[in-house]
Nanobody, 115 residues
Framework: QVQLVESGGGLVQPGGSLRLSCAAS????????MGWYHQAAGKQRELVAT???????NYADSVKGRFTISRDNAKNTLYLQMNSLKPEDTAVYYC?????????WGKGTLVTVSP
């Protein structure tokens, strides 16, 4: 079983940057498909980006060209570099680990983009 803990959220101005981290424990994430999802107030949780064990990435159209997902299997950590942030990026960001259809979630970290 994997435990996931997100960090790096906070308040940032529009156009700014943040780097989220997701530290995994309990199991190596090397074989997992890892992902970031976000959930804005009053809305459903949505996919932001995923990365396979082989490093293939997938992004939501709304973040393409602005966000970069990466993983460091040696550190058992997932990252999300977020640039050119917009107010509509405001949400709780969740880390996800998926293997053989089993999903694990962190508790989330809040990102607020506001002047």
């Amino acid at each position: 079983q994997v435990q996931l803990v997100e960090s790096g959220g906070g308040l940032v101005q529009p156009g700014g940057s943040l780097r989220l981290s997701c530290a995994a424990s309990g199991s190596t994430i090397s074989y997992y498909v890892m992902g970031w999802y976000h959930q804005a107030a009053g809305k459903q949780r949505e996919l932001v980006a995923t990365i396979t064990s082989g490093g293939i990435t997938n992004y939501a159209d709304s973040v393409k060209g602005r966000f970069t997902i990466s993983r460091d299997n040696a550190k058992n950590t997932l990252y999300l570099q977020m640039n050119s942030l917009k107010p509509e990026d405001t949400a709780v960001y969740y880390c996800n680990a998926n293997w053989a259809g089993i999903n694990y979630w962190g508790k989330g970290t809040l990102v607020t983009v506001s002047p």
